[in-house]
């Protein structure tokens, strides 16, 4: 029977639901009108705007590609969609204020195409990076290039103290690969390197729609691979690296670990999986999905970005669809945290299930109540916090068992902190 520790909102009890608009729309169509409304849940980064919801009318009435219409958009009421009944005070009260900045924000008037999609996403994500906290000074933070299949390849390097030999963590942004950069993670990893010791080499890999599969992969591994063969440089030892990712960052970094193990290395001690995305398919047909959909994700944009990313390319790759993959023996142990009310929830406990299932170490914590991306949001969800901090002692514990191996030592390290955690074996 699959184990997972639940942290946060005790079984049973309720919540609050999150905020959603409701707008009610007129189309003005060959002298006729057509009066309709719709719930739009309000995502923080990608605001469900008025022309997906004339896009998905049209269709369902039959209007043709080209048809020319005129709308008009009255926003009646804020309101709770009854299914959502877990979701953790502190996460709720950010939804509420997403959907009240909603309200305020100019609306664009017209149609915007996908390029103007992505660049507003890409400009709206950056609006979440206080909710990290406030940037902490890191001992050293050094900005580099590396050579990268596709062209010179960015990363940034946090080193917590004045050591060398430090254990090293490869870590990927999260953005559906296709926005996110180094500073949307920068305040956590500040946080996470402080916390954990560990010296942390973050990637700015390339996004799709410009580079898709399998850019972001290759450059991914690139990193991994040039950490390992260059740690001496930047007083890391490639003995103890790491890696890990936050939603498609996660994907990226257990995909890294299977291209590493088939082309025989390099060695990755752990991987950290954070609300990770793991299959490449827009089915959307599990239990989270289905009680989920626009907390934060919706289904419309996370197709959108599969498509952009993926185009025609076979979902079944093991890359693409790690969940699917035929083959997830002889991986590095797994790290795995989802949050309750996350529409990826219950694709990446199953994945943990994959994993346990191929005879690899899987720690799974299931954080009840929180929402996709909670990881990123210290600064105002305890959760949060937590998340970071239970990353950090992991960190620690791998490096010291790994110091006690070193030194002949085999009595395993016992967790002495907050987290009784359940791991696989």
Not at 99 to 121: C, F, G, K, Y
Not at 212 to 222: H, I, K, L, N, S
Not at 269 to 294: C, E, H, K, V
């Amino acid at each position: 029977m699959r184990k997972v520790q639940h942290v946060g909102l005790a079984q049973g009890k309720k919540a609050a639901h999150p905020f959603v608009i409701r707008r009610e729309y007129a189309i003005q169509f060959h002298q006729a009108d057509i009066r309709f409304s719709k719930l739009c849940p309000i995502s923080p980064c990608f605001l469900k705007v008025f022309y997906h919801i004339i896009f998905e009318k049209r269709c369902t009435s039959g209007f043709s590609a080209g048809t020319l219409f005129l709308v008009t958009e009255h926003l009646l009421f804020l309101e709770e969609p009854p299914m959502h009944n877990q979701i953790n005070p502190q996460a709720r009260a950010l939804l509420r204020q997403w959907a009240e900045d909603a309200v305020n924000r100019p609306q664009p008037a017209h149609p915007l195409t996908i390029p103007e999609q992505i660049a507003a996403s890409r400009i709206g994500f950056h609006r979440l990076d206080p909710l990290a906290g406030e940037p902490e000074p890191v001992w050293r933070i050094v900005q580099r290039t590396l050579p990268g299949p596709g062209g010179p390849l960015p990363v940034r390097i946090y080193q917590p103290c004045d050591t060398t030999g430090l254990p090293v963590l490869v870590y990927l942004h999260g953005g559906g690969c296709t926005i996110g950069d180094l500073d949307t993670i920068d305040r956590p990893l500040r946080q996470l390197s402080n916390c954990s010791g560990w010296l942390i080499v973050s990637v700015d890999y390339r996004l799709a729609p410009e580079h898709p599969f399998p850019a972001a992969w290759e450059d991914a591994y690139t990193v991994a691979q040039w950490v390992a063969t260059h740690a001496s440089e930047i007083n890391a030892d490639a003995r103890l690296l790491a890696i890990g990712g936050d939603s498609a960052g996660g994907l990226l970094a257990t995909a890294t670990t299977l291209i590493a193990r088939d082309r025989n290395g390099p060695g990755i001690a752990l991987q950290i999986l954070i609300n990770p995305s793991t299959s490449g398919y827009a089915d959307f047909d599990t239990r989270s999905w289905q009680d989920y959909d626009g907390v934060v994700l919706n289904q419309a944009e996370v197709k959108r970005d599969l498509d952009l990313t993926y185009g025609d390319q076979d979902r079944s790759h093991p890359w693409i669809s790690p969940l699917k993959a035929r083959n997830l023996a002889h991986l590095p142990p797994a790290l795995i945290l989802t949050a309750g009310c996350d529409p990826l929830r219950d694709e990446g406990e199953a994945y943990a299930d994959r994993l346990k299932q191929a005879g690899v170490r899987v720690t799974l914590t299931r954080y009840a109540g929180m929402i996709h991306g909670f990881f990123g949001f210290a600064g105002i969800l305890d959760d949060g916090k937590t998340a970071i901090d239970q990353v950090a002692q992991a960190l620690q514990q791998l490096a010291e068992q790994r110091h006690q191996n070193c030194c002949h030592h085999t009595q395993p390290i016992q967790d002495s902190r907050m987290y009784h955690r359940s791991v696989w074996r």
